[in-house]
């Protein structure tokens, strides 16, 4: 019992560093996407007041980077969401086991219980029945 237990600590701690995991990648790529957009209007502003082109050049191979950054980005963001539901699927089939064990042992003590009452019963029927015929030999 103590091990499935154990166990099930390991799914909730295995859990919760995907989801850590899974949020340091989502913070990731919110920072991309706020760089690109920084970037986007920076673009912009300085198309108002006349860019020469090798400036433009250079904002654009930027932001092709920017943009294959973030598109790896969120294939790690999806990749981490994988991770944390195959965790949460764990966590929950060494749930599902302990508490079957534990079911499983309240119905066994439950049975032992029943046994020992009857026993108890037994024991108790024989006892009466035999102060029953000594009273009736006197």
Do not use: P
Request: charged share 50%; glycine share 2%.
């Amino acid at each position: 019992m103590e091990f499935r237990r154990f166990r099930e600590r390991e799914k909730q701690r295995d859990l919760a560093l995907a989801k850590n995991r899974l949020r340091e990648e989502e913070d990731k790529l919110e920072l991309l996407n706020c760089i690109r957009d920084e970037c986007q209007k920076e673009t912009k502003n300085r198309k108002k007041d006349r860019i020469n082109i090798k400036e433009l050049s250079l904002y654009q191979v930027y932001l092709s980077r920017l943009y294959h950054q973030i598109k790896r980005q969120k294939s790690e963001v999806d990749k981490s969401q994988g991770q944390v539901e195959s965790e949460r699927e764990g966590l929950l089939e060494k749930s599902k086991e302990k508490k079957a064990l534990e079911n499983l042992k309240k119905t066994r003590l439950l049975h032992y219980k029943e046994y020992i009452n009857r026993l108890e019963q037994k024991t108790m029927d024989e006892l009466a029945r035999d102060v029953a015929l000594r009273e009736k030999k006197k």
